[in-house]
């Protein structure tokens, strides 16, 4: 079993920066975030595999958001910079405990989620 805690949304102006944190207890292999916006269906962010051997980013975002992982804490952050008001949304920590045929990006490599962060970027 697997339990998240995020942390670190919250209110910005457009081009400010947030950085979301994911704490994690047991085991962890990929990691990543995800956000949804009203209206709107889940939507991949980024993800970080295990050992920090590879990241994946959404195309939107590349350039702005960095993912990172300390192994240590077993915990993932999520730096965004340079935020737009299109970046607007609950954004979720995900957490796979094992290794699995889904890629990083895809939510269905994921078995353990976050309670979601509102992330609100103003213009």
């Known amino acids: 079993q697997v339990h998240l805690v995020e942390s670190g949304g919250g209110l910005v102006q457009a081009g400010g920066s947030l950085r979301l944190s994911c704490s994690a207890s047991g085991r962890t292999f990929n990691m990543g975030w995800f956000r949804q916006a009203p209206g709107k269906e889940r939507e991949f962010v980024a993800a970080?595999?295990?050992?920090?051997?590879?990241?994946y980013y959404r195309d939107s975002v590349k350039g702005r958001f960095t993912i990172s992982r300390d192994t240590a804490k077993n915990t993932m952050y999520l730096q965004m910079n340079s935020l737009k008001p299109e970046d607007t949304a609950v954004y979720y920590c995900?957490?796979?405990?094992?290794?699995?045929?889904?890629?990083?990006?895809?939510?269905?490599?994921?078995?353990?989620w976050g309670q979601g962060t509102q992330v609100t970027v103003f213009s």
């Open positions: 970080v595999t295990r050992q920090s051997l590879n990241t």
């Open positions: 995900a957490v796979s405990d094992r290794s699995n045929s889904w890629g990083p990006p895809s939510p269905n490599g994921y078995n353990y």
